[in-house]
């Protein structure tokens, strides 16, 4: 017990005093994760627009595979990327191992279908009326799609956050493609990994408040646009 | 001549919802669309709006025919404009909902405001310029859905149950809207309704559909009636407002006392002072109280304690017009009357 109350007495000390090797991990866990969803933003709202918007043969089974693609493990993930890019692989000359870029393509594949999905759950859950509405108005097609966007927009923000959540908290993408390598690819949880394989907890807890305190942050924010969503349905 | 279906017929999972062998819609006019719940008068409307497609046959939109491709469509839904049974206002304020129109044809933003003012002012809603479009009553949200229609001037209003769901007050205040935008803006409408005392009111033809198609039967005149006794043979029918009509008793079922009586225009007798009769049955004193012409005959809305319609063709209406609050008989004899 004591050994806790200690190692979190230290780790607040350590988080008030901004301890620089503190401060390199949590930079680089948020810039990899928050670039990380910004790309896949980029390629998954389209996608899970498109895909709730249109009507297509084997839409069903795209719905299944991207359902599947949720429960893919990190490590299958770094896995794959890993066989890519490793200097044997396709892509080795692009020298990508062990680097934040990696890391990012790795957290790109992982939340893309995350992203996908919950942008055609809050798609499909807005009033099809909105869709003719729009058209009767005279609205081209971006128009419409435009109106359906912004009707849906908690939820589409609100996948964007789990997105972030999914990555900031991985270990499994930043380990292997990433190697946690001191001030360029350590990130919260592979130093978390590591501080305790030394046997040293002052730094893991202090990582571990701040990972959590994150979390927090993210689920609040989550909430309320659920909350949002959950209020405009009424 | 606005709209022109030849044999139109819609499929939705195999099931025929719409089959139009023919039907003509005339321009500048107010079309009322009757039927019952599921006889294709939402289908026909979204057809007609340019938002569904047939599975055959044609439909002309001011003699050109309607290719369904999404740059011709496009096009024609910007003259046409759609409001639905349960509008839908999308998030925002009221302001907002009505730039939409104006702001997907590219009106200039300082011309949009006095647009947005007017089309307000003209539904009574000038005051909720700024409220949020969710918090609106039904009719309001009615009444605004109008309006969003209405400022983008289009030539075609079609509008499902515009009365649908809202109170008296604001029902007698759409009707006097689509009044207006018929006669101010000569904005042709064609609305879809259950009630045949507004299509009555507001309409210059009435369209009947029945399981998707065209109805055979008249329905200007259907009226609720009960049945009070028999006399000589007849059956004495109870209208509204204590207007009494009898029909040979063959003709009714017996044990049924509350029926539905179709009075077939076409077959109605007008008789003006003046005019010789002899004394029968199925006379009755009234008023004229509307005129309106289309298609080469003129339709006469006689009250009588009950409102009946009558088709004059027009040589038979110029030879001696009636003139409205003109008192007149209304003879109405044995085969123009259908029971029910």
Same mark, same amino acid.
């Given at each position: 017990?004591?050994?806790?109350?200690?190692?979190?007495?230290? /780790?607040?000390?350590?988080?008030?005093?901004?301890?620089?090797?503190?401060?390199?991990?949590?930079?680089?866990?948020?810039?990899?994760?928050?670039?990380?969803?910004?790309?896949?933003?980029?390629?998954?709202?389209?996608?899970?627009?498109?895909? /709730?918007?249109? /009507?297509?043969?084997?839409?069903?089974?795209?719905?299944?595979?991207?359902?599947?693609?949720?429960?893919?493990?990190?490590?299958?993930?770094?896995?794959?990327?890993?066989?890519?890019?490793?200097?044997?692989?396709?892509?080795?000359?692009?020298?990508?191992?062990?680097?934040?870029?990696?890391?990012?393509?790795?957290?790109?594949?992982?939340?893309?279908?995350?992203? /996908?999905?919950?942008?055609? #759950?809050?798609?499909?859950?807005?009033?099809?009326?909105?869709?003719?509405?729009?058209?009767?108005?005279?609205?081209?097609?971006?128009?419409?799609?435009?109106?359906?966007?912004?009707?849906?927009?908690?939820?589409?923000? #609100?996948?964007?956050?789990?997105?972030?959540?999914?990555?900031?908290?991985?270990?499994?993408?930043?380990?292997?493609?990433?190697?946690?390598?001191?001030?360029?690819?350590?990130?919260?949880?592979?130093?978390?990994?590591?501080?305790?394989?030394?046997?040293?907890?002052?730094?893991?807890?202090?990582?571990?408040?701040?990972?959590?305190?994150?979390?927090?942050?993210?689920?609040?924010?989550?909430?309320?646009?659920?909350?949002?969503?959950?209020?405009?349905?009424? | 001549?606005?709209?022109?279906?030849?044999?139109?017929?819609?499929?939705?999972?195999?099931?025929?919802?719409?089959?139009?062998?023919?039907?003509?819609?005339?321009?500048?006019?107010?079309?009322?669309?009757?039927?019952?719940?599921?006889?294709?008068?939402?289908?026909?409307?979204?057809?007609?709006?340019?938002?569904?497609?047939?599975?055959?046959?044609?439909?002309?939109?001011?003699?050109?025919?309607?290719?369904?491709?999404?740059?011709?469509?496009?096009?024609?839904?910007?003259?046409?404009?759609?409001?639905?049974?349960?509008?839908?206002?999308?998030?925002?304020?009221?302001?907002?909902?009505?730039?939409?129109?104006?702001?997907?044809?590219?009106?200039?933003?300082?011309?949009?405001?006095?647009?947005?003012?007017?089309?307000?002012?003209?539904?009574?809603?000038?005051?909720?310029?700024?409220?949020?479009?969710?918090?609106?009553?039904?009719?309001?949200?009615?009444?605004?859905?109008?309006?969003?229609?209405?400022?983008?001037?289009?030539?075609?209003?079609?509008?499902?149950?515009?009365?649908?769901?809202?109170?008296?007050?604001?029902?007698?205040?759409?009707?006097?809207?689509?009044?207006?935008?018929?006669?101010?803006?000569?904005?042709?409408?064609?609305?879809?309704?259950?009630?045949?005392?507004?299509?009555?009111?507001?309409?210059?033809?009435?369209? !009947?559909?029945?399981?998707?198609?065209?109805?055979?039967?008249?329905?200007?005149?259907?009226?609720?009636?009960?049945?009070?006794?028999?006399?000589?043979?007849?059956?004495?029918?109870?209208?509204?407002?204590?207007?009494?009509?009898?029909?040979?008793?063959?003709?009714?079922?017996?044990?049924?006392?509350?029926?539905?009586?179709?009075?077939?225009?076409?077959?109605?007798?007008?008789?003006?002072?003046?005019?010789?009769?002899?004394?029968?049955?199925?006379?009755?004193?009234?008023?004229?109280?509307?005129?309106?012409?289309?298609?080469?005959?003129?339709?006469? !809305?006689?009250?009588?304690?009950?409102?009946?319609?009558?088709?004059?063709?027009?040589?038979?209406?110029?030879?001696?017009?009636?003139?409205?609050?003109?008192?007149?008989?209304?003879?109405?004899?044995?085969?123009?009357? !259908?029971?029910?």
């Amino acid at each position: 017990m004591d050994l806790i109350i200690e190692s979190f007495k230290a /780790a607040i000390l350590l988080i008030l005093a901004r301890d620089h090797e503190l401060l390199v991990i949590v930079g680089c866990s948020l810039k990899v994760s928050g670039l990380a969803t910004v790309f896949a933003a980029v390629v998954g709202l389209p996608l899970g627009f498109l895909i /709730a918007f249109t /009507a297509f043969p084997g839409k069903r089974l795209t719905l299944t595979c991207l359902n599947t693609l949720l429960a893919l493990p990190t490590v299958v993930i770094g896995l794959l990327v890993y066989t890519l890019i490793s200097r044997r692989g396709i892509l080795g000359s692009l020298d990508l191992l062990y680097t934040q870029k990696a890391m990012i393509i790795g957290q790109i594949i992982l939340i893309i279908p995350v992203i /996908a999905t919950m942008t055609i #759950a809050a798609i499909s859950r807005i009033d099809k009326r909105y869709r003719t509405t729009a058209q009767t108005l005279g609205a081209n097609s971006c128009q419409v799609a435009w109106v359906i966007c912004f009707e849906a927009r908690y939820g589409i923000i #609100a996948a964007a956050i789990a997105a972030f959540g999914r990555v900031i908290a991985e270990i499994g993408i930043s380990m292997m493609l990433g190697g946690n390598a001191k001030g360029f690819t350590r990130t919260m949880t592979t130093a978390m990994a590591l501080e305790y394989d030394k046997g040293e907890f002052i730094l893991a807890v202090a990582l571990g408040i701040i990972l959590m305190g994150l979390a927090f942050a993210i689920n609040m924010i989550f909430q309320l646009f659920q909350g949002r969503v959950g209020a405009d349905a009424v | 001549m606005l709209y022109e279906i030849n044999k139109l017929i819609r499929v939705h999972q195999g099931r025929t919802i719409l089959d139009i062998p023919k039907l003509v819609i005339p321009a500048g006019k107010i079309t009322s669309l009757i039927g019952p719940n599921g006889a294709g008068k939402t289908t026909l409307l979204h057809l007609l709006a340019f938002l569904d497609t047939p599975s055959s046959g044609t439909i002309s939109f001011r003699s050109s025919p309607v290719h369904f491709v999404a740059k011709e469509l496009h096009l024609l839904r910007q003259r046409v404009v759609l409001v639905d049974q349960y509008p839908i206002l999308f998030t925002g304020s009221v302001y907002k909902n009505l730039e939409f129109g104006l702001k997907v044809r590219k009106i200039e933003k300082k011309k949009r405001r006095p647009l947005i003012q007017e089309a307000l002012e003209m539904v009574g809603m000038q005051d909720f310029m700024n409220a949020e479009a969710h918090k609106l009553s039904g009719g309001e949200t009615k009444r605004v859905a109008l309006a969003r229609a209405l400022v983008i001037k289009p030539e075609v209003l079609l509008c499902d149950e515009p009365t649908a769901n809202v109170d008296s007050e604001n029902q007698e205040i759409i009707q006097s809207i689509l009044e207006r935008a018929n006669g101010r803006e000569k904005i042709s409408i064609l609305f879809a309704t259950h009630s045949l005392s507004q299509a009555r009111r507001l309409a210059d033809q009435t369209v !009947t559909l029945k399981d998707g198609r065209p109805s055979e039967l008249s329905r200007e005149n259907v009226l609720p009636a009960s049945i009070v006794g028999q006399d000589e043979g007849r059956v004495i029918c109870r209208l509204q407002n204590d207007v009494h009509i009898t029909v040979p008793a063959a003709s009714h079922s017996a044990g049924i006392s509350n029926v539905q009586i179709f009075l077939n225009p076409a077959k109605i007798s007008l008789l003006q002072s003046g005019e010789p009769f002899a004394a029968q049955e199925n006379l009755l004193p009234g008023k004229v109280v509307k005129i309106a012409g289309g298609n080469g005959q003129v339709k006469i !809305t006689i009250d009588v304690g009950v409102h009946v319609d009558i088709f004059l063709s027009l040589p038979e209406y110029v030879r001696k017009p009636p003139l409205i609050g003109e008192a007149v008989f209304l003879h109405i004899p044995d085969e123009a009357i !259908t029971i029910e």
